[in-house]
């Protein structure tokens, strides 16, 4: 029972990861990307491969996750963001179909259908870090947690945060102002696949092996319900999200109940999150972060 | 066998494909037309549309194939047809309408959360295992000049055919078609001008809603049906929809043929291996957008503040 409350929990982490790169994509920018699923499963398999085939040390991997990743992110995002945001919806979406379709058939790299096993667990300074003492590994996502959110935090708060926000509300006004709005929106698709690549790394060394049908859409769309669930433009509530959108789905073996419900139901369940939360509370259960109000520059000020 | 009767086998193999295409995307342009919206739901409508035309050709063909298989046949077609636009009706209302005034993004998030919650029960009620229609008649291809064409295929471009005509002169020629293009063009004038937009709105979900499913019958008469079949179809239409020009009815169906024809092609003559033939439709819309965003047929539309 505690055993599978940290799993829970590494789970929230892992999930957490994509769900801040997903925010500042869906969040802040307002595009809808589908694809988070196919960025997760291009990290797992560059650790995956680096680490079983040519023998890299995990913390090496890791980089090279979030490059590769946030180059396959350039490659989608350029000719899609150019145009209006729906079709960026739907080039996701064939993205995440296909990473799975080549993952299934390109057997000299990744093995098929049948995955890579036996990845080497990380240590740290001689120490092991494995999955079966999840102590440590919940300690060691949750870092990786930590510093991702106050990396985005940061970066929302910051020029890149405000150019994203304008061109959320107002694609045509933002550019008027000067903001180049194709550079914006492809940067934060490049970090938002960056971070979920990374995600996909330490799901690699979660698992121990990488198998492509673990990367679904259903990944996506868990993540796209975390951020739904938690609140779009707040990146504590999308880790809220991840916790109760992972808690909703180990629920029936937690309570022991695995047999009863069928395994669909968590997965209606998510349809309807999205639909009852935009219907009633599309800012999502903590809404979107509020911005401290500017400092005036007078105590008072009359009418202008 | 000649290459002359090689490529017109590609042909008469991509025509019907293309069609079945064609078919589907007619719903996504119809909508996008309107509403400015990509139904996500539409393949999954599609699926529940063909489930329906499975079951109810089962319940009714008899034993014996004969004359009133086909007519079973039909009716099934008929029976689906109904049901998926009913379900497209019920889901604009429930899930699209009470968004119409929000941003951008939430009928989007909510069509995905629809399209999720269709195959899932999908898979739920019906199992996740592939099945397969029942023959109508016998399917022994015809021989012409070495080109094999079968009955199913004759069957698949009369309908295809049937429908677009229908659609085409009902959308150019008909009143309610008329108020449709009204509304496509200016939703707030067309209300002015005494069109009720909303009812206009759920004729045109039925419409498409009913193309899906005569697409996703003829499709179970081909190939299968199985929960998730609406994902990959309906990304592939959709692609279709945005290559002929989004909005415009033409175009679809240009768009779809164009695509089905591009896939068996592309497999036979260019050497595509089969595992990646999904993979084309993606290259296309990709290569689309980067040259004539617009479609083949749509207009280049500046969007105005």
Known sequence: ?304 | MGSIAEFFQHLMNGLTLGGIYALIALGYTMVYGILKFINFAHGDILMVGSYIGLFTFDAIRGQTMGPWTVIAFFIAMLAGMLFSAGLGMAIERIAYKPLRRATRLAPLLSAIGVSFILSNMAAWMWGTKSRKLDYPFDNSPIYLKGVSITPHQILILAVVIVMMVALKLFVDRSRIGKAMRATSLDQDTAKLMGIKADKIIAITFAIGSALAATAGFLIALEIKVYPSMGTMTGLKAFVAAVVGGIGNISGAMLGGILLGLLETFGVALLGIPYGLRDTIAFVALIIILLVKPEGLLGKAEKEKV
Do not use: H
């Open chain 1, 1 to 304: 029972m505690f055993n599978f409350i940290l799993l829970i929990l590494i789970y929230t982490a892992i999930f957490a990861l994509m769900a801040i790169g997903q925010n500042l994509i869906t969040g802040y920018v307002g595009l809808l990307s589908l694809t988070q699923a196919g960025f997760f499963a291009i990290g797992s398999y560059v650790t995956a491969i680096l680490s079983v085939t040519y023998g890299w040390n995990f913390w090496l991997t890791v980089p090279m996750a979030a490059l590769i990743s946030s180059f396959f992110g350039l490659l989608i995002g350029l000719p899609t963001l150019r145009l209006k945001g729906d079709y960026l919806a739907i080039a996701t979406l064939g993205f995440g179909e296909i990473v799975r379709n080549i993952l299934n058939n390109w057997d000299s790299l990744t093995n098929g259908p049948m995955g890579i096993q036996r990845i080497p667990m990380i240590s740290l300074f001689g120490i092991q870090i494995s999955p079966y003492k999840k102590w440590g590994f919940l300690v060691l996502v949750w870092i990786f947690v930590l510093v991702a959110y106050f990396l985005f935090d940061r970066l929302a708060k910051s020029r890149l945060g405000r150019a994203l926000e304008a061109i959320r509300e107002d694609e045509i006004a933002a550019s008027s102002m000067g903001i180049n709005v194709t550079r914006y929106k492809v940067w934060a698709f490049i970090l938002g696949a960056a971070v979920a690549g990374v995600a996909g790394s330490l799901q690699a060394e979660f698992i121990l092996s990488v198998t492509p049908g673990a990367f679904t859409f259903m990944v996506s769309i868990m993540v796209l319900c975390m951020v739904v669930l938690g609140g779009m433009g707040n990146f504590k509530a999308v880790i809220l999200g991840a916790f109760i959108i992972q808690f909703i789905s180990y629920f029936p073996q937690l309570v022991g109940l695995s047999n009863v419900i069928p395994p669909q139901f968590k997965q209606i369940l998510f349809g309807l999150i999205l639909v009852v939360m935009m219907i009633w509370r599309p800012q999502g259960i903590l809404g979107r972060e509020k911005r401290s109000a500017p400092r005036r520059l007078f105590r008072s000020g009359g009418d202008v």
